[in-house]
């Protein structure tokens, strides 16, 4: 009865970083669109921008990995 019960927490645990992850992306689309038009434009704070965009995308990249391997422990 214990073990299931961590199992459902961890499995929300799961669901809610799905989640903060997929409105971190939407978000993240948004600034590196941004960053690539004002790089097109030649404005020098783009590429900034950009690159901002490209580390967060890969935080949440390493976030989605380790919240599936987690879940994959409990199976």
Avoid: C, D, P
């Amino acid at each position: 009865m214990e073990a299931k019960k961590e199992s459902l927490e961890k499995e929300r645990a799961y669901k809610q970083v799905m989640e903060k992850n997929k409105k971190m992306n939407r978000i993240n689309l948004g600034v590196l669109a941004l960053g690539l038009l004002l790089t097109a434009l030649g404005i020098e704070i783009g590429r900034y921008i950009l690159w901002a965009g490209i580390f967060v995308l890969f935080v949440t990249a390493i976030s989605k990995i380790i919240a599936s391997r987690s879940m994959r422990r409990l199976k």
